[in-house]
């Protein structure tokens, strides 16, 4: 179990390696497009529909990113939550953090 | 009239420099916050729900910019449409933009 | 101009007819549906996934009968806004409704 | 564990009672809530706005539905996966029906 590789005490859960890196990859290319809208601005002939577009392109790529985190979030701490006896608990947790989509 | 002093050509609208300024502020403010979630994501014991949240934290930022964008939009250049004559454009492509959600 | 017939008072604007009439049979479909999905919650056997896929779908449609809306309030009512001159009032008005998407 | 009592054949994994009825409930005064606003709609003094934001309203509901749903999904399955053995399949089929949010 990656979980247990990682964790410093018993009860600290951590990201899958794999999803930690392609949700990182993701994000830092999301990060590269907001700069480019950030340079867009600098423009005084910047037209609102298109800085529009733009940012609900890097929110598309948020989304994505949000998705590898989730369905490693699934696979490693939700779906083995019977067998650690803490659904509840985690169940909860993510229930909040999907609160503010 | 905003447009008309920055438009290099009739048609061709351009963003009120008020909107322009608070919503390069705020993406700056968003990437900065993305960066940190990268720089987050190099820690082997990241958790899976803090980075979700700070990816939802994000969204909420570039809604946010969004939001000033899409304001700025509608007074300078929906609100104007009839006056101009082209309010059915105008309209296409911004029910368009805001689509992708 | 539609608005002009049907209003009461002149400060009173009213939806374009051809939205209302569509965004009405849009609607009703949706509440086809969910009455569909309420019987199939009766049977013991239905299938989370199934019902959330199913709840999914009439959003789906919500939303489609909330764009109907939007666009005839942006062609009938904020493209004319700077004729009438209540741009500020029309447009804070509408982002406040837009807002809790 | 209610799954096993209720399911026809081992393969059918199906909602847990509880979870049933409170969304059958909710989605029954949504049901009503969209009655009234194609009511609302029959008046030809309705106000896009005003639709708009019932529209929204119900929406809300809809989403307090599917988390009723979801949650009782990852309870019952998601947090049973890897007991069960279909971790990989469980997970996959829930992201694919969340995507369309």
């Known amino acids: 179990m990656p979980q ?3 964790h410093t005490e018993p009860q600290h859960l951590c ?3 794999d999803a930690r890196k392609r949700a ?3 994000l830092n290319i999301a990060r590269g ?3 480019s ?3 867009m601005l600098d423009d005084p002939d910047a037209y609102c529909v298109d800085v529009l577009r733009q940012i609900k392109a890097v929110q598309g790529a948020l989304s ?3 998705e590898v985190v989730l369905r490693g979030h ?3 701490h939700v779906a083995t939550a019977a067998q650690r006896g803490d659904s509840e608990e985690i ?3 993510l229930m909040e953090a999907l609160k503010y989509t």
């Open 4 to 6: 247990t590789a990682c």
């Open 15 to 17: 990201m899958p390696e």
């Open 24 to 26: 990182a990859r993701r």
């Open 33 to 35: 497009h907001l700069e």
């Open 37 to 39: 809208i950030v340079r």
């Open 64 to 66: 994505g990113a949000g």
């Open 74 to 76: 699934l696979q490693a």
């Open 91 to 93: 169940i909860e947790e």
